[in-house]
């Protein structure tokens, strides 16, 4: 994956995965993108092993999309690996057209192979750093790749223009196939194995035996400014980054600008991305500098891959004494479990709330008020199984408000659209737990069971929603980056311990909360978040940690057709994959 550098004036277009070609014009505002997609096995060396991976292709990470605002994007995708596949446009808001959005059993049935599928969607409305990654069981640890939206021609960013673009995207490695350990864990009922390495750019880095060439190195010029494009595509774990002694300044969260705020060390969730600006120094320094990441987690030592990745920052050689090997100055990175910094971090992101970028946060009193708790617990093993769950005969599961999510043999926007519900889901989901309980304290040592089922929550097209998303410690307080499709929200508020109805909202920020796509809800604390509920189908609100997510933590929610022509969802397309 290499650096680019656009010109904020001049439109282009995008032939192939691999050829860009720039064309001057000053009067296009839209243009039609085509790209295919080929998915295939392909093998890949890592660790000191080599390895069939599944990618598109035949890149690791896939390709990088290069598009502008307001552009329509066609993408023919093939499937030729033994595995059923779809893919996601993360963040993306696919207004009325849910069908491209791509979660598997929710929008569509998986392509299965041999087959093709073509996602066809506009860009509307959004600009910065997305990603595309495949939403069908593990297979997005290698199905991934930047979604970068440029603004309008001639639209400048609301800071000063980059020197150069640099994509740079987290992801996390396993030595083992990664639809063995995922099976074996839902099998079992336990958890599944941590992963081996993290990469940058789908590297592994010098800290890392067998890697020492496999290296993303960035090639940087004194008294520049280079836009880091950072997105965490990693499986299971939010990560802290940083490059040493650079400071970043950042000025964009899942694709909206926001108030710009310097920061030596970052922390980002699964599923969300940051761009950052990177001052490079005023004079070529006697040495390199790693760009490190490693994890941020509540769990207990185990349950996570505690190693470090890192990338190498150099300055261009202008000496021949220069091509000397340098010495390498490593970041200091927080304590894994540093929830202080977490919650300091997400305390400075603000929207930038301005007359040219408003902060669109719903005001008033909500429509419709919810209170989900999130978190770990288990269900009870299978008649006739054996599990290795956290006690005898139980496996591990993860729920929302109790119901653990269970995956339906039809796609809920199919069953909604021509109306054959009956058997495939119910629109009951609970505004409230059924049950509450003291969700941070000492866990319960009853009632830790959870249920489960294919339950949807309802709303009326247009309905202002506000959720409280509570964080439980039933198992143990975790952190989960909790992912909304269809829609952007604002975080309006966040605290430690339980939620307070009577006290909390009076510190709401309803005029300038970040907006976003994927938020972390903090371990034993809470969010609250609000959103416009404009775009009719089905969507999927889900942890982005990919275990909790094959455990069940995940909802949605059906938006019901508004009065006018464009306010409804238009049939499928005529090549939807079917069950």
């Known amino acids: ?74 993408v023919k995708v093939t499937n030729h690996v033994p595995y059923n596949i779809t893919l996601h446009w993360h963040g993306i808001r696919q207004l009325r057209s849910g069908w491209a959005d791509g979660p598997a059993y929710v929008t569509q049935c998986p392509i299965q192979t041999g087959q093709t599928y073509v996602y066809n969607f506009t860009l509307i409305g959004q600009r910065g750093t997305f990603f595309w990654h495949a939403h069908i069981s593990w297979l997005r640890a290698t199905v991934y790749g930047p979604l970068i939206i440029l603004p309008k021609i001639g639209v400048p960013y609301p800071f000063p223009e980059p020197y150069k673009e640099v994509p740079i995207i987290l992801g996390e490695w396993w030595k083992a196939d990664i639809e063995a350990v995922i099976s074996q864990a839902l099998q079992t009922g336990g958890g599944p194995n941590v992963s081996d390495a993290y990469t940058i750019n ?3 880095g010098p800290l890392y035996d067998c890697s020492t060439q496999d290296i993303f190195k960035l090639k940087v010029e004194a008294r520049k400014t280079y836009m880091l494009r950072l997105i965490n595509a990693a499986v299971n774990e939010e990560l802290f980054f940083s490059v040493a002694d650079h400071n970043l300044t950042v000025v964009d969260v899942d694709g909206v600008y926001v108030k710009p705020f310097d920061a030596d060390i970052i922390l980002i969730s699964p599923g969300q991305t940051s761009n950052l600006l990177l ?8 040495a390199a500098f790693l760009m490190e990441a490693r994890p941020y987690s509540t769990g207990l030592p185990g349950t996570y891959d505690n190693t470090t990745v890192a990338g190498v920052l150099e300055y261009e050689s202008r000496t021949a004494a220069s091509h000397k090997a ?96 009956r058997g495939v889901y119910t629109q009951d989901f609970p505004a409230f737990p059924e049950a509450p309980f003291d969700y941070t304290g000492a866990p319960p040592t009853t009632n830790a069971a959870l249920g489960s089922g294919t339950r ?18 039933i198992l143990g307080a975790e952190s989960h980056p909790l992912h909304l499709h269809g829609f952007n929200f604002f975080v309006i508020g966040r605290g430690s311990g339980n939620f307070d109805p009577a006290n909390d909202p009076a510190s709401f920020n309803l005029v300038d909360p970040v907006e976003r796509n994927t938020v972390a809800v903090p371990a034993a604390g809470w969010v609250a978040i609000r959103f416009l509920a404009d775009n009719p189908g089905v969507w999927l609100m889900h942890c982005h940690i990919e275990a909790h997510l094959s455990w069940g933590l995940k909802m949605a929610w059906l938006v019901q057709d508004g009065t006018l022509p464009k306010q409804k969802l238009p049939p499928p397309p005529s090549d939807l994959p079917k069950c």
């Open 1 to 74: 994956m290499t650096s680019f550098l656009l010109p904020p004036s001049l439109p282009f277009l995008i032939i192939s995965y691999s050829m860009l070609i720039v064309v001057p014009s000053t009067t296009v505002a839209k243009q039609i993108k085509h790209f295919e997609f080929n998915v295939q096995m392909t093998n890949v060396a890592r660790l000191c092993s080599t390895k069939s991976i599944v990618t598109v292709n035949g890149q690791f990470p896939g390709p990088e999309l290069i598009v502008r605002e307001s552009d329509q994007l066609i």
């Open 202 to 204: 789908g590297l592994l």
């Open 279 to 286: 001052r490079t120094k005023r004079s070529y320094p006697n």
């Open 326 to 421: 340098l010495p390498l100055r490593a970041p200091t990175l927080p304590a894994f479990n540093d929830t202080s910094f977490a919650a300091n971090f997400a305390g400075k992101l603000r929207s930038l709330a301005t007359r040219r970028f408003p902060a669109r946060v719903p005001r008033g009193d909500p429509d419709r008020r919810f209170f989900f708790t999130v978190g770990i617990g288990t269900l009870p093993c299978p008649a006739n199984s054996t599990c290795q769950g956290p006690t005898n005969d139980t496996m591990f599961a993860a729920a929302i408000n109790n119901v653990s999510f269970v995956t339906p043999a039809t796609a809920l926007l199919q069953a909604h659209y021509f109306g054959r519900s």
């Open 456 to 473: 949807l929550a309802a709303l009326p097209f247009n309905t202002k929603v506000e959720v409280v998303l509570q964080g439980t410690n």
